[in-house]
């Protein structure tokens, strides 16, 4: 059974995900390894206050982390932090799944019995 803290913490994932602008962040992150704020910002057609809001929001959920080199701040992706969200999809994948066998198993037995 979850606690408030998980649903929290899935609430900020799926929030961070919902967004195609956030997704797309990842994305080029995960081509590049790292990238300098301004880069990122340079593939948007949006203001760099816009897609600097874009990253806050990754980090506050634990996607995406900064690491300072002089002045300049790298950013990069910590896979890690979609742990939650995977095994809340996997119960979710397993109670789905098991549920769908039983209804197609149901509807065979239907399906037989009518033949009969």
């Known amino acids: ?14 929030q961070a995900l919902a967004d195609p ?5 990842l994305a080029l992150l995960r ?6 704020v301004g880069d990122i910002a340079s593939a948007f057609e949006m ?3 816009g897609v600097s809001k874009h990253l806050k929001v990754l980090e506050k959920a ?3 982390v900064r690491r300072r080199e002089g002045t300049a701040h790298l950013l990069s992706v910590d896979w890690k ?4 969200m995977v095994e809340w999809l ?16 149901y509807v065979e037995q239907e399906n037989e019995d009518d033949e009969e």
Do not use: H, K
């Open 1 to 14: 059974m979850s606690n408030d803290s998980d649903d929290a913490r899935l609430d900020l994932l799926f």
């Open 21 to 25: 602008n956030r997704r797309r962040v």
């Open 31 to 36: 081509e590049s390894g790292e990238m300098r």
């Open 47 to 49: 203001s760099l206050n």
């Open 62 to 64: 634990g996607l995406v």
């Open 81 to 84: 932090a979609l742990g939650p």
């Open 90 to 105: 996997d119960v979710a994948r397993t109670f789905w799944g098991n549920r769908l066998e039983a209804l197609a198993v």
